[in-house]
């Protein structure tokens, strides 16, 4: 028996190969817009932190206590384990017209299985906002 050479399997082959480069890019693209997300979030809650900080620059415990309780779904930065918020730092004095620096460190958890093998199982997101001191004046 004699067989004859065709291409019936290429289309497969190139099928198996390009679907798993393309789940490879989209899984990419899952945890970015993941990561991303949770940036945003935590870009926010330091900014709520600096508008309290704004009016009440020397209320450290006020202004932690803002940031952490600004959201708690889908980022709970009410978890210590996960969410660092270190005391503020003032730039200058704690007058008006100086500023005011809040930052935010959340462990983001990379869950696509091999994109963690890349990635590593956790990468550090960090939010940094600067807000001008609004009260009190100073002579």
Do not use: W
């Not at 004699?2 to 480069?21: D, H, N, P």
């Amino acid at each position: 028996m004699k067989f004859k050479k065709t291409e019936r399997g290429q289309s497969l082959v190139e099928l198996s190969i390009s679907l798993t480069f393309m789940l490879f890019v989209l899984a990419g693209v899952v945890e970015f817009g993941m990561a991303f997300f949770q940036f945003i979030q935590l870009r926010d809650a330091a900014q709520e932190g600096a508008l309290y900080g704004s009016i009440h620059p020397t209320d450290t415990n006020g202004i932690i206590s803002r940031v952490r309780y600004s959201s708690s779904s889908p980022v709970d930065l009410t978890n210590t384990t996960t969410v660092t918020v270190p005391p503020p730092t003032i730039i200058g004095s704690a007058c008006e017209g100086n500023s005011l620096q809040i930052d935010v460190y959340y462990d983001h958890v990379v869950f696509m299985p091999f994109m963690s093998q890349i990635l590593g199982p956790k990468r550090t997101l960090h939010a940094t906002v600067i807000d001008t001191i609004l009260s009190p004046m100073c002579p």
